[in-house]
């Protein structure tokens, strides 16, 4: 399966599909800090960078 590339994180939530995109660190192999940092570099609004880093698996897992 193709990775997206370096920013592609930016026009999904540009676009307003945040809704569509969560969090991935590549954990073991990449430390999460750095992966949670690069998310929070792209200054993304807050809720759209909420529904990323945990909010949109919480509705997909009915939490």
């Known amino acids: 399966m193709p990775r997206a590339g370096r920013?592609?994180?930016r026009?999904?939530?540009a676009a307003g599909g945040a809704d569509r995109v969560?969090?991935?660190s590549n954990a073991?192999?990449?430390h999460p800090d750095l992966a949670v940092e690069s998310i929070a570099r792209l200054g993304l609004p807050q809720d759209q960078?909420?529904?990323i880093m945990g909010g949109n698996l919480a509705r997909i897992?009915?939490?």
């Open 7 to 9: 920013g592609a994180a």
């Open 49 to 51: 960078f909420d529904l």
């Open 11 to 13: 026009p999904a939530g």
């Open 22 to 24: 969560v969090f991935g």
């Open 28 to 30: 073991p192999t990449a």
């Open 61 to 63: 897992y009915g939490l």
